[in-house]
Nanobody
């Protein structure tokens, strides 16, 4: 079974940076597409960024484009989210997600989730 463990969250001032990490275990990492989502208090979970199994192709939500970047290390079985120029509106619980590259799920749906890591941006 896939297991995902996020780390790197915390409290940061507006304009600061954080780097989230998600460690993958239980299956062959390179077979999985990875993504980051976030959920702010009182809001629905939203897509942040995704990266294909090779790491060559990625997508980022318009709300964070130019500030956040997703990457992966297929040797260390880890996916990262580099967050720069953080804003109070980025405050949320950030979740790592995975789906097998051959999954029959609808596009952009993920079936494995981490427990989340809190990011709080103060103004």
């Amino acid at each position: 079974q896939v297991q995902l463990v996020e780390s790197g969250g915390g409290l940061v001032q507006a304009g600061g940076s954080l780097r989230l990490s998600c460690t993958f275990s239980g299956r062959t990492f390179i077979m999985y597409k990875m993504a980051w989502f976030r959920q702010a208090p009182g809001k629905e979970r939203e897509f942040v960024a995704a990266i294909d199994p090779s790491g060559r192709n990625s997508a980022t939500a318009d709300s964070v484009k130019g500030r956040f970047a997703i990457s992966r290390d297929n040797v260390k079985n880890t996916v990262f989210l580099q967050m720069n120029s953080l804003e109070p509106e980025d405050t949320a619980v950030y979740y790592c997600a995975a789906r097998h590259r051959a999954s029959a799920l609808p596009a952009n749906e993920y079936n494995f989730w981490g427990q989340g890591t809190q990011v709080t941006v103060s103004s």
